[in-house]
């Protein structure tokens, strides 16, 4: 059963309008998320983090919303740059646990110039 | 070279062969993980090594089979694939220090790997 689910396979956003990807999740004792970002042919990148004691974290033109009570984070890009088009995936974990992550099957976004 | 290093990039192999992936990270870290992505699936856990001990996704077939020879090196030993088993293989390495703390992994690039 996935536990971290990531509902749209892909996005389109136009240049310097924002982008939102939302990430769902199913376990309640999940209390640590993060947001990897890949490009083609490239491993995973760390992009942003949140723990389930904040509702936000702002990173520069990223941050992340975490919404406990509907098990529901997402990410928002403002402003959206032709960069930032890769895959995002969304993880999960329960502290405790080993350090172990479960992840979403990702979001492809592309931002059109 | 730093951060986590994957070779082969790209490995073709026939099914009755057998083959080794490498992954060597230079950051330190106490665990190191395979992951497996397919097409539309969620990136998979296949094997952790964490503070000298190993655990598994039970649901791996054992045609994989994982070594640790230390903390910065580890392999997927790979024998008697299946067309199935194509796919993206991720080694990541992370920090683990205690049961409170949480650290994000740091990926390698990958091994495309291609059963036929």
């Known amino acids: 059963d996935q536990q971290v689910k990531q509902n749209s396979p892909s996005l389109s956003v136009q240049e310097g309008r924002i982008s939102i990807l939302n990430c769902d999740y199913t376990?309640?004792?999940?209390?640590?998320f993060l947001w990897y970002k890949k490009y083609p042919a490239e491993g995973p990148t760390f992009l942003i983090s949140?723990?389930?004691?904040?509702d936000k974290n702002e990173d520069g033109r990223f941050t992340v919303f975490l919404n406990k009570s509907a098990k529901h984070l997402s990410l928002h890009i403002v402003p959206s740059q032709p960069g930032d088009s890769a895959v995002y995936f969304c993880?999960?974990?329960?502290?405790?646990?080993?350090?172990?992550?479960?992840f979403g099957t990702g979001t492809s976004l592309t931002v059109i110039p | 070279e730093t951060g986590v290093t994957q070779t082969p990039r790209h490995l073709v192999m026939g099914m009755t062969n057998k083959k080794s992936l490498k992954c060597e990270q230079h950051?330190?870290?106490?665990?190191m993980y395979w992951y497996k992505q397919s097409a539309k699936k969620p990136l998979e856990l296949m094997f952790v090594?964490?503070?000298?001990?190993?655990?598994e996704n039970n649901s791996v077939p054992s045609r994989f089979s994982p070594e640790c020879p230390n903390s910065s090196h580890l392999f997927l030993h790979l024998h008697t694939l299946q067309p199935e088993d194509s796919a993206l293989y991720l080694c990541?390495?992370?920090?683990?220090?205690?049961?409170?703390?949480?650290?994000?992994?740091?990926f390698g690039s990958g091994t495309r790997l291609t059963v036929v």
């Open positions: 990541a390495s992370s920090q683990v220090e205690g049961p409170e703390t949480v650290y994000g992994y740091t």
């Open positions: 376990n309640s004792m999940f209390d640590y």
């Open positions: 949140i723990s389930s004691i904040k």
């Open positions: 993880a999960a974990s329960v502290t405790n646990t080993g350090n172990q992550f479960y």
């Open positions: 950051l330190g870290h106490n665990a």
């Open positions: 090594y964490s503070l000298e001990e190993r655990v």
